[in-house]
């Protein structure tokens, strides 16, 4: 083979031949991770020389345990394209007032930016902030029509425990996407973002806008401002002034606004496409009848890169390996095959896929299970291994438990065996790549061994894992695949009233703060869809209010109330500011014709 993984094949573990006993899974699952973890495969990002290693690794290990490859031209790697970020192209420029202000050293477009001009006077609108739960609103009373919004970083009362917002902790009203979506909503052309110097009396560094995070623009230009080049026109310490009467404004005060200027923003984006790959394996089952309902077994093994805007460590370039998320998984994924190679063959097919593009949004699971050459519904079950290295207290949760009637009985009556304190959570969507195969009628579990300080940050790294309870966790599924393989039948599909969308879903890890509970919409993502024009719909949630509706998988979400939905995170927007009970008018996309309908949003 002519494969770059021969770049390392000196740390690579020679596969062929080497059937592991139980007492040796362990080692084998923590030299897995060591090197899909390393500094050398750069975080597996979109984009890098390491995720292209971490696919070689991975084939490698599939072709040495014996699986049949089952991408494509006979391979083990299918291939997709997409965009995976943008780069600043030649035409970024920014005049206030006639003065010109130069580009990469006080200003930078943000990746997720419109391209082209806008103009307008500036206006100043707090930090951007409309969070009903709190009864903040930065844009009451603040005219936007036709302007340029000034936007503030970050959230009011920063280390102030009587804010009104979470003081120490940040919540998710600080993301500066939704602050740009607000400012649109409010008629404003384009936002400025701006550090200010209440919180942060040093100023923070520009951003790096080249990350392979995907794009999805907001539909307004945005960029984000060096505060001495804004104070250099607006005067010493207007800024503070400003900031200061958001402050009081979160307190009961008024905003002040800043004098007169003229703004001219010209964004220059161009997309960067990129080449990723799915590493799938298989192993035929006995059973003829069988052979076009098998059982799949996936787990991602991309992750974040050098960080970027799904780092929890914001403004850090770093290597983020990814132990805990997800080599982990993937070192389970290549030891269940190992396992179910070596045991006795099954009736049904078993097919094992190393998932690419998860971080940016379940891209290699929707697409496969958008482009398999069988009846994808058919398939057995869906088992998805994401984060199940850094078990604590031997608690191991299971997602899924109310996509199929057997699960309950099924897991439990394993547990019995291997004594897991094991939760079993009902909802088959989440925020992993089950979700794809459960928008297709697939009846799936997601394992996960609980959240960790360390979750999208730098630190999370291979010597944090409990290698202990991981293999543990790969013989659970290795015994839960056997029964899967060997089982004639299918499962009973089951749906679930608290099955929640991958736009309001609860988070397999925590974030950093709160925002409140937001009503269920219930939709399911299309995160391949990438035209720009609207929301496509991969699927619906199950008794959700947009099944009640009549929205259903294909249609495309353009609006919702006076909100031009151009992506999830509008959705989102949207969500934030409403409650159970609140009606939404929907307009949607069906067969090229426009429709709309209300949704009544509920509770999960």
């Given at each position: 083979?002519?494969?770059?993984?021969?770049?390392?094949?000196?740390?690579?573990?020679?596969?062929?031949?080497?059937?592991?006993?139980?007492?040796?899974?362990?080692?084998?699952?923590?030299?897995?991770?060591?090197?899909?973890?390393?500094?050398?495969?750069?975080?597996?990002?979109?984009?890098?020389?390491?995720?292209?290693?971490?696919?070689?690794?991975?084939?490698?290990?599939?072709?040495?345990?014996?699986?049949?490859?089952?991408?494509?031209?006979?391979?083990?790697?299918?291939?997709?394209?997409?965009?995976?970020?943008?780069?600043?192209?030649?035409?970024?420029?920014?005049?206030?007032?006639?003065?010109?202000?130069?580009?990469?050293?006080?200003?930078?477009?943000?990746?997720?930016?419109?391209?082209?001009?806008?103009?307008?006077?500036?206006?100043?609108?707090?930090?951007?902030?409309?969070?009903?739960?709190?009864?903040?609103?930065?844009?009451?009373?603040?005219?936007?029509?036709?302007?340029?919004?000034?936007?503030?970083?970050?959230?009011?009362?920063?280390?102030?425990?009587?804010?009104?917002?979470?003081?120490?902790?940040?919540?998710?009203?600080?993301?500066?996407?939704?602050?740009?979506?607000?400012?649109?909503?409010?008629?404003?052309?384009?936002?400025?973002?701006?550090?200010?110097?209440?919180?942060?009396?040093?100023?923070?560094?520009?951003?790096?806008?080249?990350?392979?995070?995907?794009?999805?623009?907001?539909?307004?230009?945005?960029?984000?401002?060096?505060?001495?080049?804004?104070?250099?026109?607006?005067?010493?310490?207007?800024?503070?002034?400003?900031?200061?009467?958001?402050?009081?404004?979160?307190?009961?005060?008024?905003?002040?606004?800043?004098?007169?200027?003229?703004?001219?923003?010209?964004?220059?984006?161009?997309?960067?496409?990129?080449?990723?790959?799915?590493?799938?394996?298989?192993?035929?089952?006995?059973?003829?009848?069988?052979?076009?309902?098998?059982?799949?077994?996936?787990?991602?093994?991309?992750?974040?890169?050098?960080?970027?805007?799904?780092?929890?460590?914001?403004?850090?370039?770093?290597?983020?390996?990814?132990?805990?998320?997800?080599?982990?998984?993937?070192?389970?994924?290549?030891?269940?095959?190992?396992?179910?190679?070596?045991?006795?063959?099954?009736?049904?097919?078993?097919?094992?896929?190393?998932?690419?593009?998860?971080?940016?949004?379940?891209?290699?699971?929707?697409?496969?299970?958008?482009?398999?050459?069988?009846?994808?519904?058919?398939?057995?079950?869906?088992?998805?291994?994401?984060?199940?290295?850094?078990?604590?207290?031997?608690?191991?949760?299971?997602?899924?438990?109310?996509?199929?009637?057997?699960?309950?009985?099924?897991?439990?009556?394993?547990?019995?065996?291997?004594?897991?304190?094991?939760?079993?959570?009902?909802?088959?969507?989440?925020?992993?790549?089950?979700?794809?195969?459960?928008?297709?009628?697939?009846?799936?579990?997601?394992?996960?061994?609980?959240?960790?300080?360390?979750?999208?940050?730098?630190?999370?790294?291979?010597?944090?894992?409990?290698?202990?309870?991981?293999a543990r966790v790969t013989n659970f599924v290795t015994d839960l695949a056997e029964y899967l393989g060997n089982?004639?039948?299918?499962?009973?599909?089951?749906?679930?009233?608290?099955?929640?969308?991958?736009?309001?879903?609860?988070?397999?890890?925590?974030?950093?703060?709160?925002?409140?509970?937001?009503?269920?919409?219930?939709?399911?993502?299309?995160?391949?869809?990438?035209?720009?024009?609207?929301?496509?719909?991969?699927?619906?949630?199950?008794?959700?209010?947009?099944?009640?509706?009549?929205?259903?998988?294909?249609?495309?979400?353009?609006?919702?109330?006076?909100?031009?939905?151009?992506?999830?995170?509008?959705?989102?927007?949207?969500?934030?500011?409403?409650?159970?009970?609140?009606?939404?008018?929907?307009?949607?996309?069906?067969?090229?014709?426009?429709?709309?309908?209300?949704?009544?949003?509920?509770?999960?």
């Open positions: 083979m002519n494969r770059m993984k021969r770049i390392l094949v000196f740390v690579f573990i020679a596969y062929a031949g080497m059937g592991y006993a139980g007492d040796e899974l362990t080692p084998t699952l923590r030299e897995h991770v060591y090197i899909l973890a390393s500094d050398s495969l750069e975080g597996r990002g979109p984009g890098t020389k390491g995720i292209e290693l971490a696919a070689d690794y991975i084939a490698d290990a599939f072709e040495g345990i014996g699986l049949k490859p089952g991408g494509d031209d006979e391979g083990y790697f299918q291939q997709l394209e997409i965009t995976i970020g943008v780069d600043a192209g030649p035409e970024n420029s920014m005049v206030l007032n006639e003065t010109a202000i130069e580009f990469n050293k006080d200003f930078v477009p943000l990746g997720f930016s419109e391209n082209g001009e806008a103009r307008g006077q500036l206006a100043f609108a707090g930090y951007g902030i409309k969070a009903d739960e709190y009864k903040y609103n930065d844009f009451k009373g603040r005219d936007l029509e036709g302007k340029v919004a000034l936007v503030l970083m970050h959230e009011p009362g920063e280390e102030d425990s009587t804010s009104v917002f979470d003081g120490v902790n940040v919540t998710p009203y600080s993301d500066m996407r939704g602050k740009a979506i607000n400012a649109k909503a409010n008629g404003a052309v384009a936002a400025i973002f701006v550090s200010g110097p209440v919180h942060h009396p040093q100023d923070e560094p520009l951003p790096d806008i080249s990350g392979n995070s995907g794009y999805q623009s907001v539909g307004i230009p945005v960029i984000q401002m060096r505060r001495s080049a804004l104070e250099d026109l607006l005067g010493a310490g207007v800024l503070m002034k400003l900031q200061q009467s958001v402050e009081s404004k979160s307190h009961g005060g008024e905003l002040i606004d800043v004098d007169p200027v003229q703004v001219a923003i010209r964004v220059d984006l161009i997309t960067r496409k990129g080449k990723l790959r799915n590493v799938i394996g298989w192993i035929p089952g006995t059973a003829d009848s069988l052979k076009d309902k098998p059982l799949i077994i996936g787990a991602h093994y991309d992750h974040l890169g050098y960080g970027g805007p799904n780092s929890r460590a914001p403004g850090v370039h770093e290597i983020h390996n990814g132990a805990d998320d997800n080599a982990s998984g993937v070192a389970a994924l290549i030891e269940t095959g190992r396992s179910l190679m070596t045991g006795e063959t099954l009736k049904r097919p078993v097919i094992l896929i190393a998932f690419t593009g998860e971080e940016i949004g379940l891209i290699g699971s929707t697409y496969y299970a958008n482009h398999t050459d069988y009846d994808i519904s058919a398939a057995v079950a869906m088992l998805n291994l994401d984060s199940v290295g850094r078990m604590t207290n031997n608690k191991l949760i299971v997602f899924g438990g109310g996509t199929a009637r057997e699960w309950n009985r099924a897991i439990n009556g394993l547990n019995y065996g291997h004594r897991f304190d094991l939760t079993l959570q009902m909802d088959g969507y989440g925020p992993s790549d089950q979700a794809a195969f459960y928008a297709r009628g697939v009846p799936v579990l997601h394992f996960f061994t609980g959240a960790n300080i360390d979750y999208h940050k730098p630190g999370d790294d291979a010597d944090k894992l409990n290698y202990d309870d991981l089982r004639s039948g299918a499962l009973t599909p089951a749906t679930t009233s608290d099955a929640v969308s991958m736009s309001g879903m609860p988070a397999k890890r925590p974030a950093a703060g709160h925002g409140g509970t937001r009503p269920w919409f219930g939709s399911v993502p299309d995160f391949t869809y990438q035209q720009g024009d609207g929301l496509r719909l991969n699927g619906v949630s199950p008794g959700s209010p947009c099944e009640k509706a009549g929205l259903t998988a294909g249609d495309i979400v353009i609006q919702m109330d006076d909100i031009e939905i151009k992506s999830i995170y509008e959705l989102n927007q949207v969500l934030k500011s409403r409650k159970a009970g609140d009606t939404v008018k929907v307009t949607y996309l069906r067969d090229g014709a426009e429709n709309t309908v209300d949704v009544v949003l509920m509770t999960r």
